[in-house]
């Protein structure tokens, strides 16, 4: 899964339930305020993933997804616990997202319980927005018929690709049609917002692959795409090919090609972007809990390896489910570590996020040298001034977008 990688980002230390960091809550958080779940269960590992992930001969006897269910259950309550005596009441949750791992794995029932779990210790919100990420293979009709039923509103599908030869080169399960039918009768159970994820840029890919990936995934009548240049991370499986020479480096200029042919055909179909890797159908079909994160929100991550994010602290709980069940309970926390971000930090962080994002950073975020080094991308037509609004902000172009990380560098002098 790809969708949702915000709140997975950061160093961590190895498990461990010793930690300096000690998790203050604040007298109020900032609204929206999201949830995430991390599922952690796998049937196969894709050879590109590096998310903290279990295959069941992984796990063994030590985990299942029934410990995982009770696990994350106390620790939902604990967390609502000490944010009710701190704010008086748990706060409103706007967006929940469930993300793996393969969510779908563990059944609808399950899902549906964590869910409950979370009604019934948080306050959520009338018009909250309930993702959660789902591989092709392991989902039906009635899976999705009963998430609907459970108060699900969004699903997001794991497609990467609709050629057979890129989806062998990454180890997906699926066959190349399967994730088309998965969101049409997520579409059909009544869902009325589904993404799915595309991965360009695969060794071997053509532009012919590509452009039928996305002609078959626009076919179906979703209405968001997240599609994602490949990164071979190490330790993967992938990695250790390309570095033994059985598969090709991926190579800059041909993701550069490949992006520009997904952003003219999603443009093409009526879809705007509105982050630099993803594009919906209308404002509606937005995952507003991505944008949570690039917006520097706050969020509790629950579940093996999760990040949470309050008022400038970040922490992550401990990976390995085996031991994240042992450390949950009443009266406790199973968090691994922790860090709580300078004013410096969280600036970069801020400034870094939104220039992703089509409705840019405010002026007011950036200092007075910071606007002058941004202005020779102003020049060259990769970043312009909106005066429009209620707020002067600075956005990238569409020919900028590839430079977005970039241009963040130069103004931030990292």
Same mark, same amino acid.
Request: charged letters at 25%.
């Given at each position: ?30 609204? $929206? ?31 299942? $997804? ?36 393969? $969510? ?6 399950? @899902? ?28 039906? $009709? ?37 994730? @088309? ?109 991505? @944008? ?89 037509? @990769? ?32």
């Amino acid at each position: 899964m790809t969708e949702s990688t915000a709140q997975r980002s950061g160093a961590e230390p190895q498990d461990s339930t010793e930690t300096d960091f000690s998790l203050h809550i604040p007298d109020s958080i900032a609204e $929206p305020f999201g949830v995430y779940v991390h599922v952690p269960f796998c049937s196969t590992r894709c050879g590109y993933c590096d998310f903290n992930t279990y295959t069941a001969g992984e796990l063994g006897s030590s985990a299942s $997804p029934e410990s995982w269910s009770e696990a994350i259950r106390a620790e939902i309550r604990e967390a609502a616990h000490r944010l009710g005596a701190r704010l008086g009441r748990p706060p409103s949750v706007q967006t929940i997202f469930f993300g793996g791992g393969t $969510p779908s794995l563990v059944g609808a029932a399950m @899902l549906n319980g964590v869910l409950a779990e979370i009604r019934e210790n948080f306050v959520l919100a009338a018009d909250a927005e309930v993702t959660t990420e789902s591989n092709p293979e392991s989902v039906s $009709p009635a899976f999705f018929e009963a998430l609907l039923r459970g108060g699900f509103t969004r699903i997001s599908l794991g497609m990467q690709s609709t050629s057979s030869r890129v989806l062998q080169i990454l180890d997906r399960a699926h066959t190349p049609g399967r994730a @088309l039918d998965a969101a049409r009768e997520a579409l059909d159970a009544g869902f009325a917002h589904v993404n799915l994820d595309v991965i360009y840029g695969t060794p071997g890919e053509t532009d012919a692959d590509l452009a039928r990936t996305l002609d078959d995934a626009l076919g179906t009548g979703i209405d968001h795409v997240s599609a994602y240049s490949l990164i071979v991370e190490d330790g993967t499986a992938l990695a250790r090919k390309v570095r033994r020479g059985e598969i090709a480096t991926p190579v800059d200029d041909v993701f550069a090609r490949r992006y520009e042919m997904v952003a003219a055909t999603m443009a093409d179909a009526g879809f705007d972007w509105y982050e630099v890797s993803n594009w919906a159908r209308g404002e509606a079909a937005q995952c507003r809990h991505n @944008l949570g994160y690039w917006r520097d929100g706050d969020w509790w991550g629950f579940g093996p390896g999760a990040h949470g994010h309050l008022s400038g602290q970040r922490w992550w709980n401990i990976k390995h489910p085996a031991r994240y069940a042992a450390a949950s309970g009443p009266g406790l926390l199973p968090i691994a570590g922790g860090e709580t971000l300078d004013d410096g930090g969280r600036h970069i962080e801020q400034v870094m996020l939104r220039l992703r994002l089509a409705e840019g950073v405010p002026a007011r975020m950036l200092s007075a040298d910071e606007r002058a080094r941004l202005a020779p991308w102003i020049d060259r037509g @990769l970043a312009v001034v909106d005066e429009g609004g209620d707020e002067m902000r600075y956005r990238v172009t569409d020919a900028g977008r590839l430079m977005a990380d970039g241009i963040v560098r130069d103004i931030i002098e990292l």
